[in-house]
C-alpha cells in the first residue's frame, strides 16, 4: 500500500541536543510538508518541498532545518535553537500544482523534551 | 500570513444532535478542504469544495462553500460516537503553502 512513514513514534530530546525525525513517502508525490501540533491547536507549517533539493521556510520554521535529497525523503531536525520542541510533528505529501490536491498524511512523531 | 479561523473551537453534543463547524477566511479562496483527525491520529482528507455557493454531501455530513468563496462550513446531522475527533478547513492555495484552520473539537456524549 502507498502511504507516508514517519519514524520514531516518540522521541525524547535532551537539552541542547539536536534530534531527526524522518518522514519517507511512496506515493510519487513531489510535494512534502511538515506540520507541528500543539495540545488542541491546528497545525502550524514548518517547511515544505515542492520539488527535488528545493524547500521553503513556513510560518514556524526557526529552530528546524530540513532536506529533500530524495523525492521520498524529507527528514526533518529539531536543534537546540528550538526553545520549545515538545509537540506532534505530522509529515504530508501531496501532488503539487493548482493546489487541487489534498495532502496525505503520516501518523505523526511525538517529541517531548527530558 | 493567511488566517482561516473556525469556530467554534470546542463543540460537546449529545449523540444524536446535530453540529456545524463554521470556517472563515480574511481572502477569496480559490477553494477548500476539510480534514477530520481522530483522537491521537493524523488528519484526513474529507472533501474538496470549489465554486461558489457549492454544497457536497457526504451521509449525514454536509459541507458548504459561501457565495463570496470566504467562508465554508461543516454540518453533521445526528452525530454518531463514530464523529468524535477535530475538523479541521484548510486553504491549500496561497503561495503553494496549505493553511489549516484552528480546527473545531467535537465530542458526542453517548
Known amino acids: 500500500d502507498g502511504g507516508i512513514t514517519q519514524s520514531p513514534k516518540y522521541l525524547f530530546r535532551k537539552e541542547g541536543q539536536n534530534v531527526t525525525l524522518s518522514c519517507e513517502q511512496n506515493l510519487n508525490h513531489d510535494a512534502m510538508y511538515w506540520y507541528r501540533q500543539d495540545p488542541g491547536q491546528g497545525l502550524r507549517l514548518i517547511y515544505y518541498s515542492q520539488i527535488v533539493n528545493d524547500f521553503q521556510k513556513g510560518d514556524i520554521a526557526e529552530g528546524y532545518s530540513v532536506s529533500r535529497e530524495k523525492k521520498e525523503s524529507f527528514p526533518l531536525t529539531v536543534t537546540s535553537a528550538q526553545k520549545n520542541p515538545t509537540a506532534f510533528y505530522l509529515c504530508?505529501?501531496?501532488?503539487?500544482?493548482?493546489?487541487?490536491?489534498?495532502?496525505?498524511f503520516g501518523d505523526g512523531t511525538r517529541l517531548s523534551i527530558l | 500570513g493567511q488566517q482561516v479561523m473556525q469556530i467554534p473551537q470546542y463543540q460537546h453534543v449529545q449523540e444524536g444532535e446535530d453540529f456545524t463547524t463554521y470556517c472563515n477566511s480574511s481572502t477569496t479562496l480559490s477553494n477548500i478542504q476539510w480534514y477530520k483527525q481522530r483522537p491521537g491520529g493524523h488528519p484526513v482528507f474529507l472533501i474538496q469544495?470549489?465554486?461558489?455557493?457549492e454544497v457536497k454531501k457526504q451521509k449525514r455530513l454536509t459541507f458548504q462553500f459561501g457565495e463570496a468563496k470566504k467562508n465554508s462550513s461543516l454540518h453533521i446531522t445526528a452525530t454518531q460516537t463514530t464523529d468524535v475527533g477535530t475538523y479541521f478547513c484548510?486553504?491549500?492555495?496561497?503561495?503553494?503553502?496549505?493553511?489549516f484552520g484552528t480546527g473545531t473539537s467535537l465530542t458526542v456524549i453517548p
Open positions: 469544495l470549489v465554486k461558489s455557493g
Open positions: 504530508a505529501s501531496s501532488v503539487p500544482g493548482t493546489g487541487n490536491q489534498p495532502q496525505h
Open positions: 484548510a486553504d491549500p492555495n496561497t503561495g503553494n503553502q496549505f493553511y
